[in-house]
Nanobody, 124 residues
Framework: QVQLVESGGGLAQAGGSLRLSCAAS????????MGWFRRAPGKEREFVATISKSGSNTYYADSVKGRFTISRDNAKNTVYLQMNVLKPEDTAVYYC?????????????????WGQGTQVTVSS
């Protein structure tokens, strides 16, 4: 069992930055791939970024590529999402997820555990 708690959300201006964190409790964090997803008001959940269990592989949605960076610290059981050059369309609830396959994945069904989400609001 893995429990995930996101933090770091809030209000930012367009062009600004935020850093999300996702702290995991439970065993074997380093065996899980991690992902970030988001759900904007009135829209379906969408993939944002993913990182493999070792951190050696990452993958991003086209909409955030070059602006967002996913990273992890397995010693701290934490995954991060550095968000730069924020846009109003980045406004959403952001969720982190853990996948037991250990490899990067963009499909929500490949993730076993989910956090409760953290709100990110970007003003224009």
């Amino acid at each position: 069992q893995v429990q995930l708690v996101e933090s770091g959300g809030g209000l930012a201006q367009a062009g600004g930055s935020l850093r999300l964190s996702c702290a995991a409790s439970g065993r074997a964090f380093s065996t899980y791939a991690m992902g970030w997803f988001r759900r904007a008001p009135g829209k379906e959940r969408e993939f944002v970024a993913t990182i493999s269990k070792s951190g050696s592989n990452t993958y991003y949605a086209d909409s955030v590529k070059g602006r967002f960076t996913i990273s992890r610290d397995n010693a701290k059981n934490t995954v991060y999402l550095q968000m730069n050059v924020l846009k109003p369309e980045d406004t959403a609830v952001y969720y982190c997820a853990a996948g037991s396959r250990g490899t990067v994945a963009t499909t929500p069904t490949l993730y076993n555990y989910w956090g409760q989400g953290t709100q990110v609001t970007v003003s224009s």
